[in-house]
């Protein structure tokens, strides 16, 4: 009587070779695929750093970060008896949201710096100007708005004729004022000044304690630009 075996009690077939010598030869095989397949990503840029600091920018290029797209055309230098203004010509269009976002919101998103030093100076100081000439401290929802943003660094004479040497050490300008900008910390002049750099983080929103949703920067630089300044 002849025995017929049940499909259950079939042999299976391994993929896995039984010779050592062959299981090191798929596994030699493989490896070199993984690293063809993870050079490729790599040389498409798919394995950067989420936090990479960007190319530059060229003027009139583009920059975007959840919230608004940002593109700087050109800066200039502004003087005054209390200090400088840089003023930088931008179009500013706010997408991530549906209601007016304003300018602070826009501006804590921006570390901006003075060249030639690196030095970082304080945004904001004042509202944009939205061009022709009317002033504007916020924008408008999926509208493109050309306006003069502007970062500011002021004397310290003005801070020194309203507080004393021991009123100053113990930071009381920083109360009314804010705290100082770097520049001026290290005794930057509008003379010392011959561009500014642009760094533009990512932005996300978050909900504090009392229910309201805030947007703040992330440490994600999404943009960086170099501007000249022309003086005025």
């Known amino acids: 009587m002849v025995h017929h075996a ?25 490896a070199a695929v993984l690293a063809l397949a993870i050079g490729g990503i790599a040389v498409a840029g798919g394995l950067e750093s989420a936090d990479a600091t960007p190319r530059p920018s060229s003027p009139g290029e583009e ?16 003087t005054d008896e209390y200090g400088f203004e840089i003023h930088v010509r931008a179009d500013v269009e706010v997408h991530g949201v549906n209601e007016p976002v304003t300018v602070q919101t826009v ?17 904001p100081t004042a509202g944009a100007v939205r061009y022709p000439g009317s002033p504007t401290f916020e924008y ?14 002021s004397d310290n004479a003005l801070l020194d004729d309203l507080f004393t040497e021991e ?9 009314m004022f804010g ?7 290290q005794g930057v002049t509008a003379e010392d000044v011959e561009g500014i750099e642009i760094s533009l983080h990512e932005a996300e929103k978050i909900r504090t304690r009392d229910g309201q949703e805030l947007w703040v920067d992330t440490p994600v630089v999404v943009g960086v630009i170099e501007l000249p300044v022309e003086r005025v």
Do not use: C, Y
């Open 6 to 30: 049940s499909t259950d009690e079939a042999p299976r077939r391994s993929l896995i070779p039984r010779s050592r010598l062959a299981r090191a030869a798929v596994a030699t095989a493989a």
């Open 63 to 78: 920059m975007r970060n959840k919230l608004f797209a940002f593109t700087p055309h050109e800066a200039r230098l502004v």
């Open 107 to 123: 501006g804590s998103t921006m570390v901006a710096r003075v060249l030639p030093g690196g030095q970082e100076i304080t945004f």
């Open 140 to 153: 408008q929802p999926h509208m493109r708005d050309e306006t003069d943003l502007n970062w500011s660094v």
């Open 167 to 175: 009123e100053l050490a113990e930071g009381g300008d920083a109360e």
């Open 179 to 185: 705290p100082k900008d770097e520049a001026t910390e």
